[in-house]
């Protein structure tokens, strides 16, 4: 049988106990040891000698030695020992040189001193040793190693916070729904006279970087109360029953600062669903964390005014227990900014920061669809570092362009050595997924084609970029994207009668869109609206997983080839058709390295 190895470990009073046996043996064995005075061992002659100099003072005999103190060569007493011999006339010599006997010879220090030597130097040594390894300890775990029970959360006052809702861009419905938290929290009369109660908790709910933390302390900005703030993984403690006690330090802090807000960062550390894998009776700290924490939602008044915000990217490992109303009353979708959005919060970036005035943050909003909030903050700060490197006092619109193709595909790799071969091949391949993309109908416009390597592994790329926000796409948009997709590979096989391994990226693009059109989006004759795959997390990652049989995933991978297939088949054909007009604009783009997507039509149209 198995123990569980939590049950195992030893009570403090254990520790204590055999804390205090090694100072019993250290005041025994070793500092008796150190502390007694110096005994030196001399010869019997020296000894005879010592006595007819009149330098003994006194003198005891042990069973096996002579112990006697004497004037040593400066003068001073010490303690000497020396051998037995048979010696008759020993005690007439000690008589007649004056030296007295004694039943022994003390060889330790006054009674004060020596309770000082055996007890109190040792108690202050460890004690000393327990504080160096508190404080190393305290260091590691990130506070006072004697708190443990201690919340670690960041108490913020009006001042502090400094964040209202005019510094958060691009979350409008957001806002708005915690907008009505504020209210409640600023007029609570109006709404105890009708009846209605303050929720609990709001959940705030998308992907990373969309701003949820930030949205929390315009929250507490916009009321102007005291905002705890605490990070989920802060509550998961080394010993069981810390976290819990952590919860409870909090709330408690909370209700005698009410009205307040406490906001709980990455929540999903701590409330992930409780599955019972624990075997019979097993309970780990991480669920009585949050056992702790459904208690005390449930037993504070939201009358008080005490709001608990907390967010998450990954709402579906949250307990249920967690998002029953009565505790997290509401879930407020923090989503990736749209076009409008995403203009809005790039010009909040820019208010502290030097641009030209011919700037046009609409172009950079269309060329960053899908960036969060956070992306577009590093958009700005990358093209301000960029006109630094120039040694310009502001920034331009080529800097917002750089630093957009920076976040995307990295830094330019200028020193990149690729013959002039490859070279050939790499423009060829971006020419062809940029003439196939100019051949189809309704399909997004050229903005840039470059051949320059990126850090990101990329050898070149062509951006293309949408005239309007799109939020639907349509079966023959997507199947525009594949044969754009399969444009740089075709144009290989066109030119070169080879292929190569610049379309990997390429490959993998496709395929996730050919199977998501037939798996998710019904977009396939064959199996038509039935869903064959789900997405696990749609805000960290586009895993799947299947649901289907094992015949029915071999048909959807035979499904996937045939669309890419005629995919590819169809960019091969534009592309031979436009064999002449391909070669020409490759050898434009080898000669500029880069060209923009006006360039590109004007050359098409030559």
Known sequence: MKTDPKNTRKPLAFYYLIAMIVIMLLNALVFP???????????????????????????????????????????????????????DDLVNRLKDSGASFAAAIPTQDSPLLSFLTGWIFPILFFVLIGQLMSR????????????????????????????????????????EALNEIVDFLHNPQKYKEIGASLPKGALLVGPPGTGKTLLAKAVAGEAK????????????????????????????????KAPCIVF???????????????????????????????TEMDGFDGAKGVVILAATNRPESLDKALLRPGRFDRRIPVELPDL???????????????????????????????????????????????????????????DLEESVETVIAGYQRKGAVISEKEKQIIAYHEIGHALVAARLKN???????????????????TMQVEEEERVLMSREDMLNQLITLTGGRAAEEVVFDSITSGASNDIEKATSIARAMITRYGMSEQFGMVALETVNNPYLSADTSLMCSQDTSARVDA??????????????????????????????????ETITGAEFMDLMKA
């Open 33 to 87: 040891a150190l502390m007694s005075p110096h005994v030196t061992e001399v010869g019997y002659s020296d000894f005879l000698t010592m006595i007819e100099e009149n330098r003994v003072q006194e003198v005891a005999m042990d069973t096996d030695q002579i112990i006697f103190s004497a004037a040593d060569e400066e003068g001073e007493t010490a303690i000497f020992k020396t051998g037995l011999w048979p010696d």
């Open 136 to 175: 190393m300890l305290s260091k590691k775990l990130g506070g006072n190693a004697m708190q443990f029970g201690k919340s670690n959360a960041k108490i913020y006052v009006e001042s502090q916070t400094g964040k209202t809702f005019a510094d958060v861009a691009g979350q409008d419905e957001a806002k």
């Open 225 to 256: 109360v005291p905002f705890f703030s605490i990070s989920g993984s802060e509550f998961v403690e080394m010993f069981v029953g810390m976290g819990a006690a952590k919860v409870r330090d909090l709330f408690k802090q909370a209700a005698e």
């Open 264 to 294: 709980i960062d990455e929540i999903d550390t701590i409330g992930k669903k409780r599955d019972g894998a624990h075997g019979m009776g097993g309970n780990d700290e991480r669920e009585q964390t949050l056992n702790q924490l459904l």
């Open 340 to 398: 409008q959005g995403r203009v809005a919060i790039l010009n909040v970036h820019a208010k502290n920061v030097k641009m030209d005035e011919n700037v046009d943050f609409d172009a950079i909003g269309r060329a960053t669809s899908g960036a969060s909030g956070a992306e577009l903050a590093n958009i700005i700060n990358e093209a301000a570092l960029r006109a630094v490197r120039l040694g310009r006092d502001t920034v331009s619109q080529s």
């Open 443 to 461: 399909a997004a416009p050229v903005h840039k084609i470059t051949i320059i390597p990126r850090t990101s592994g990329a050898l070149g790329y």
């Open 559 to 592: 499904e996937v080839q045939k669309m890419i297939a005629q995919a590819h088949d169809k960019a091969v054909k534009i592309l031979t058709q436009d064999r002449e007009l391909m070669d020409r604009l490759t050898k434009h783009l080898l000669d500029r």
